[in-house]
């Protein structure tokens, strides 16, 4: 990825354009590299980004490294960008790849359906789903739920069986994570389904405030580093807000009960992947021995990339219940410092509890 400074025109003025060009692969290793090398960019009068190299493409790298040239088109508004050798990128261009940093070629993110292969880019709004909430009388978490199963739907082909179900779950709780924590409007999320390699990829990622400043809020907590911070945030009943002495502003099966990123990464471990990054520091976790590996990254907010293998899952309320018990078991040490509410969302299916009582609520507020 080699970047390279030019300086044309003549004794009365200079013209500093930086060359930079895209990785071989847009996959977990080459994203974050460039998200390195843009960080590292000076300021310049004209930056041209070639795509001549790319070649493997994955959903978190499409996602990360349009975010990326977005931010540095952004944050150099008085300089030029200009963009080559792309137009043989049609799978990235049907994606909304280009058009999410602002290159007019392809689809816009969102503008493609998407189907049982494939989710394009798509750019969702925490504010918007706030809203929704609010006319509709519902719980923000109902809201996410009901477009984690859509956007699952879509990418597996089907309404309903363990590979929804699965995705629906992972997918709801790394969106509550942003919208009640992230303090970012607007989120991006892209995936793929190969049903020939029974592997499932989900990348989404926020550009807000990161994980270090959300567990900050823990006053039980020392964190040192953005290493720090990311083993706490999978830690059960550690991360959001379910530490003793916070403040509860939710009740019932929707309050954040701390245990959605543990139980998340437990299930796509169970023979696939989870990925997580945070300002300077990126953890890939497996199964296994060797289970955890650390990146260097630059990225401001939280980015995340789920592998599932879907010839390796169990059904879903089982692993649940397997992760839940090995949570609450884990939590033990911690049991002075946590808080568990037992019937919240994190640590179940929506089917498992009873809405009943909160439909009659949002009923009475309609009549009222």
């Not at 975010?67 to 990235?92: D, V």
């Not at 991360?239 to 998340?264: E, V």
């Not at 949570?327 to 009873?354: C, Q």
């Given at each position: ?98 058009k ?80 009640e ?42 964190i ?10 999978l ?11 916070s ?16 139980m ?30 650390y ?7 939280t ?23 090995e ?8 049991k ?33």
């Amino acid at each position: 990825m080699p970047l390279n400074a030019l300086k044309l025109g003549d004794k009365d003025q200079l013209l500093i354009i930086k060359n930079i060009k895209l990785p071989k692969a847009l996959d977990l290793d080459g994203s974050l590299a460039f998200s390195l090398v843009l960080s590292q960019v000076e300021e310049a009068d004209e930056y041209i980004i070639d795509f001549s190299n790319v070649g493997t493409i994955e959903p978190f790298g499409l996602l990360l490294v349009s975010s990326e040239i977005q931010r540095l088109i952004q944050s150099h508004p008085n300089s030029k960008c200009e963009f080559i050798n792309y137009k043989n990128m049609t799978y990235a261009g049907t994606m909304g790849f280009f058009k999410a940093f602002g290159c007019e070629f392809g689809k816009a993110p969102g503008e493609a359906l998407g189907s049982s292969r494939y989710l394009p880019i798509r750019i969702l709004n925490s504010d918007e789903m706030r809203r929704v909430a609010e006319t509709d009388y519902k719980q923000v978490g109902e809201v996410i739920e009901e477009r984690s199963k859509e956007l699952s739907s879509i990418l597996c082909g089907a309404s309903e069986g363990d590979i929804n179900e699965t995705l629906t779950y992972s997918i709801r709780e790394i969106m509550r994570n942003i919208v009640e924590h992230s303090e970012s409007k607007k989120f991006g999320m892209c995936a793929q389904y190969w049903p020939s390699k029974n592997k499932v990829e989900v990348a989404i990622i926020d550009r807000g405030v990161g994980i270090r400043k959300t567990l900050s809020a823990n006053h039980h907590l020392s964190i040192t580093d953005n290493k720090a911070a990311i083993n706490y945030a999978l830690m059960p009943a550690i991360s959001g807000k379910a530490f003793k002495g916070s403040k509860i502003k939710q009740k019932g099966p929707w309050a954040n009960s701390g245990f959605g990123l543990y139980m998340t990464n437990r299930i796509c471990r169970n023979g696939g992947t989870f990925f997580i990054a945070s300002g300077d520091t990126g953890m890939l976790l497996t199964k296994g021995v060797n289970a955890k590996k650390y990146y260097s990254c630059a990225f401001q907010g939280t980015a995340i990339r789920m592998v599932i293998k879907t010839d390796s899952l169990i059904e879903l309320r089982a692993a649940l219940e397997k992760f839940r018990n090995e949570g609450y078991e884990i939590n033990k040490t911690y049991k002075e410092i946590t808080r568990i509410d037992p019937s919240s969302a994190s640590l179940m299916l929506s089917e498992d509890f009873d809405l009943s009582l909160w439909k009659k609520l949002r009923d009475t507020l309609r009549i009222s």
